[in-house]
């Protein structure tokens, strides 16, 4: 075969700092735009991006010459320093340090994308720590709960 080609795709998900509530109804849309910037500049697409005051889901489009942990590292770097440059009375934010990533089939990307668009009304059932545990055993990996959280 004379070329690569790829359909990579990653819901991708992590929290505030000690998941503080640092992201507001007011600064959201400024904050996912600025994330599918940094997504569309370094050659990924971030298909739908939201969250609420603690924590953002991604759903990326990944070039096949990208370790996760790099995007991950670039989509959070970026915008925390961002944010903390253009909101100055939110000068110590930060992102946890880790993330979780699950692998999405080109068939599910409808609903991992409606999944994320609706995520204040799902958070009126679920906390984040509910919903993301959800998430590890559902896709069966293994964690110690001493050390989800930061």
């Known amino acids: 075969m004379g070329n690569t080609y790829t359909s990579l795709h990653y819901h991708v998900v992590f929290g505030t700092k000690g998941r503080e509530p640092w992201i507001t109804r007011e600064l959201e849309e400024r904050i996912w735009s600025y994330m599918a910037a940094i997504a569309r500049d370094n ?19 990944a070039p096949a010459t990208m370790a996760l942990s790099k995007m991950a590292q670039l989509i959070k770097g970026g915008s925390s320093g961002w944010i903390r440059k253009t909101f100055p009375e939110r000068k110590d ?12 089939s080109r068939s599910s990307i409808g609903d991992v994308t409606e999944y994320i668009r609706n995520q204040r009304e ?29």
């Open 43 to 61: 050659a990924m697409t971030a298909l739908q991006i939201g969250g609420v005051e603690d924590h953002v889901h991604i759903l990326l489009r």
């Open 93 to 104: 934010f930060q992102w946890q340090d880790g993330y979780g990533a699950f692998t999405v």
């Open 122 to 150: 799902h958070h009126r059932v679920k906390t984040f720590q509910e919903e993301y545990l959800a998430f590890l055993q559902r896709h069966e990996i293994d964690f110690d709960p001493r050390y989800v959280w930061d």
